[in-house]
């Protein structure tokens, strides 16, 4: 079964650092680009980052650009997302999500359960 | 990019069809194969329904299709059922997702 779990979601004060993990099951995970998407509070889905499968090509959205880091160890199939100068605007349950398991290449196949961020003092 | 517009909410019988509507500029929406729609339970992760414009994943229902008409792309799902009730995203996808702000869809 094709599976994606998110850990490392919590309490954080503004200003601080966290780190999401996402473990990946069920298919080379090697091969494929992973994204994190978040959503906000009562409000809509927005994307975050993404990473190629060789874990050398990433791209962020505006918003975290230059305070979140994407990474990937394949060795352990787990995708990353370093959260750095948090903000109260960041405060979000953040998904993992695969593209191209099934799909082509232009949708989120597959989504994890979420994990929450709360940051706030 | 900006945000895909859809309507904040949208209502229905049961049996009915509806449309929900995702308008974009020509360079995300007018690509219609890179559009993908996404089902969301509250407390939930959202769920593939259509990608590619017009497909549907295996094991969706066949009462979800999906349509473009210039710039809009549509969600339609006929014959509404009451478990249809739930937050609907349309998305463009270019090497990162673009998405709408979300659809409320209510069965009366």
């Known amino acids: 079964e094709v599976q994606l779990v998110e850990s490392g979601g919590g309490l954080v004060q503004p200003g601080g650092s966290l780190r999401l993990s996402c473990a990946a099951s069920g298919f080379t995970f090697r091969h494929y680009w992973m994204h994190w998407v978040r959503q906000a509070p009562a409000k809509g889905l927005e994307w975050v980052s993404r990473?190629?499968?060789?874990?050398?090509?990433?791209s962020y959205a505006d918003s975290v650009k230059g305070r979140f880091t994407i990474s990937r160890d394949n060795a352990k199939n787990t995708l990353y997302l370093q959260m750095n100068s948090l903000r109260g605007e960041d405060t979000a349950v953040y998904y993992c999500?695969?593209?191209?398991?099934?799909?082509?290449?232009?949708?989120?196949?597959?989504w994890g359960q979420g994990t929450m961020v709360t940051v706030s003092s | 990019q900006s945000a895909l517009t859809q309507p904040a909410s949208v209502s229905g019988s049961p049996g009915q069809p509806i449309t929900i509507s995702c308008a974009g500029i020509s360079s995300d929406v007018g690509s219609f194969n890179l559009v993908s729609w996404y089902q969301q339970y509250p407390g939930k992760a959202p769920k593939l329904m259509i990608y590619e414009g017009s497909k549907r994943p295996s094991g969706v229902s066949n009462r979800f299709s999906g349509s473009k008409s210039g710039n809009t792309a549509s969600l339609i799902i006929s014959g509404l059922q009451a478990e249809d009730e739930a937050d609907y995203y349309c998305c463009s996808y270019v090497g990162r997702g673009v998405f709408g702000g979300g659809t409320k869809l209510t069965v009366l």
């Open positions: 999500a695969l593209v191209g398991l099934a799909t082509g290449v232009s949708a989120f196949d597959i």
């Open positions: 990473l190629n499968g060789e874990g050398s090509s990433t």
